[in-house]
């Protein structure tokens, strides 16, 4: 699969047998994670503050970083909202493996709002052929209590009408109070889609996250993996979002 900063725009071929297929069976709704499914952090202030710190970084690292940083948050199991492991491998992919004062550099960035607002290069296009199948959307996202106002100013998506793809309801844990891998916020999605777990399937970057809280109420879980980072994982994986409309069909 892609090596280095490219991500894979298109299906590479099969995945190892351990990955399970999405069951062939029809949907009623769509949960779509936001980060690293529709946004990523921008580049921009995190190559500046790097630079500013006197820190020399390949910009065109930062998006695989992210990935990266998903990765070793689900090797170490961990919690929601505890990104040591995340800051680590993010900055060893920029190459200041071990480097304490980088990795506090962008705990300090991660902890300031409105950072994640670049939407990834599949997103537009993604979004347009889910829609296009005519399976509703649900966003289901950890975030700040910011998600739906982030999205919508991206131009990517709103609730209803409007110039981005209209979606059903966002749910961020920051407003709701219950984060992903916790069932409960998966709940409160379906409430949303009026549907029932076995007719939902969540989108996500996260296995710690996404798949462990999607199967624990019930949902089908597709894991986002542009860069073929996790070859053991026991879900299906795409490339990019404009695959799940496929999966959709």
Same mark, same amino acid.
């Given at each position: 699969?892609?090596? +280095?900063?490219? /991500? ?7 995945? /190892?047998? =351990?990955?399970?297929?999405? /069951?062939?069976? /029809? ?38 970083? !992210? ?9 170490? !199991? ?21 480097? #304490? ?5 962008? #705990? ?9 607002? #670049? ?13 296009? =199948? ?23 998506? %709103? ?22 891998? +916790? ?24 296995? %710690? ?10 949902? +089908?879980?597709?894991?986002? +993996?542009?860069?073929?980072? !996790? ?19």
């Amino acid at each position: 699969m892609a090596s +280095d900063s490219t /991500p894979l725009t298109t299906a590479a071929g099969p995945y /190892p047998p =351990t990955v399970q297929a999405v /069951p062939s069976r /029809p949907y009623d709704v769509v949960f779509l994670d936001a980060g690293g499914v529709l946004v990523s952090p921008h580049p921009d202030p995190i190559a500046a503050r790097f630079l500013d710190a006197g820190f020399a970084i390949d910009s065109a690292r930062l998006l695989e970083a !992210h990935y990266q940083g998903m990765l070793a948050i689900d090797d170490a !199991h961990a919690e929601p909202e505890v990104f040591d492991d995340y800051h680590r491998a993010y900055v060893r992919h920029l190459g200041l493996d071990g480097n #304490q004062a980088a990795a506090a550099l962008l #705990q300090d960035l991660w902890g300031r709002s409105g950072l994640w607002s #670049q939407p990834l290069p599949w997103a537009a296009a993604g979004l347009a052929a889910i829609a296009a =199948t005519g399976v509703p959307i649900v966003i289901v996202s950890n975030a700040d209590g910011t998600v739906a106002e982030l999205l919508t100013s991206t131009g990517l998506l %709103q609730v209803g009408a409007g110039p981005g793809v209209a979606v059903a309801g966002i749910i961020d844990s920051g407003t709701v109070g219950v984060a992903k891998p +916790d069932p409960r916020i998966f709940e409160l999605a379906l409430t949303v889609a009026e549907t029932t777990a076995d007719r939902a399937v969540h989108i996500g970057d996260a296995y %710690q996250y996404d798949v462990l809280g999607a199967r624990a109420a019930g949902i +089908d879980p597709v894991l986002v +993996d542009p860069y073929g980072l !996790h070859l053991n994982a026991d879900c299906h994986r795409v490339a990019s979002l404009v695959e799940v409309a496929e999966l959709l069909r």
